[in-house]
Nanobody, 126 residues
């Protein structure tokens, strides 16, 4: 079993930055692809970013390219989401998710993820 705990959310002004962290328990972290998703009130959950088990490949939604960066530290069992140039429309609950080990399916498909964190709120104000 894998447990994921997000942190780092909060209130930030438009144009500001936040770094989200996701700490994972379990011995399979270093062999699992990871992703960040978000869900705003009244909207569907949407893919934000994904990273392969080695960190060698990353994937981003078009609306965050050039602003957000996903990374991971397998020694610390942690994945990060650095968010810069935040916009009002980035306001959402952000979720960390882990694929089952060896799962190489699409990173932007939430159905490919086996484990989810509880989410952390990010609020961008004007």
């Amino acid at each position: 079993q894998v447990q994921l705990v997000e942190s780092g959310g909060g209130l930030v002004q438009a144009g500001g930055s936040l770094r989200l962290s996701c700490a994972a328990s379990g011995r399979t972290f270093s062999s699992s692809g990871m992703g960040w998703f978000r869900q705003a009130p009244g909207k569907e959950r949407e893919f934000v970013a994904g990273i392969t088990w080695s960190g060698g490949s990353t994937y981003y939604a078009d609306f965050v390219k050039g602003r957000f960066t996903i990374s991971r530290d397998n020694a610390k069992n942690t994945v990060y989401l650095q968010m810069n140039s935040l916009k009002l429309e980035d306001t959402a609950v952000y979720y960390c998710a882990s694929k089952a080990p060896g799962n190489r399916g699409s990173y932007n498909d939430h159905r490919k993820y086996a484990y989810w964190g509880q989410g952390t709120q990010v609020t961008v104000s004007s």
